[in-house]
């Protein structure tokens, strides 16, 4: 059983607002849905982690199902980081490994075949037609516990992956994260 993540709580500074809440008028929807519609077709259930500002937003423009979260004590505001310790929260038991596709928001462009391709390994993240690594589109294997070892040493993304010996997998794509709205 696979978990959907979607990073869906930054602070959104470069942008200048919260690219969850972001209607693209091309795909005409949300990045929030568009990110969930993509994980909800390969996972059994789509965690979303927002933030305190964005919460209630999330909620009113997601299916009813949805699961929305926020950070967790003790690791509030730790980046993508927090948002992972709050999805593997919900697992009962901080021993158990549990497989999570991880997607942040500002991949509105991401294909349904590169996290398919994601999908095929585990303990992966996405690295673009350009060989430009993407630690926020991944395929990860972990526990709470594990976690809770590294952020009391840690809090980048990019170091976790490498704690969880994640590889890159190549996706005939090119990707872009959309850090700054294009005018």
Known sequence: MTVGIILAGGHSSRFGSDKALYFDALYKEYWV????QKLA?????????GNANNQQALKNILP???IVLTDCL???DCGPLSA???AASQ???GTTRQDYL????????????SLSTLLSKRNCYLQDANQKNHYTVAHLSFCKDDLTYFLTKNKRMKNFLAYLLAIPIFANQNVVNQNTLSK
């Not at 991880?102 to 075949?113: E, F, K, N, R």
């Open 74 to 76: 003790p690791f509030i």
């Open 41 to 49: 077709a390969l996972t059994d259930t789509v965690f979303i982690c």
């Open 91 to 93: 697992n009962q038991c």
């Open 33 to 36: 849905c568009l990110a969930y």
């Open 102 to 113: 991880i997607l942040a928001v500002d991949y509105p462009d991401i294909s349904q075949d």
């Open 84 to 86: 992972l310790y709050a």
């Open 64 to 66: 009813k199902s949805a």
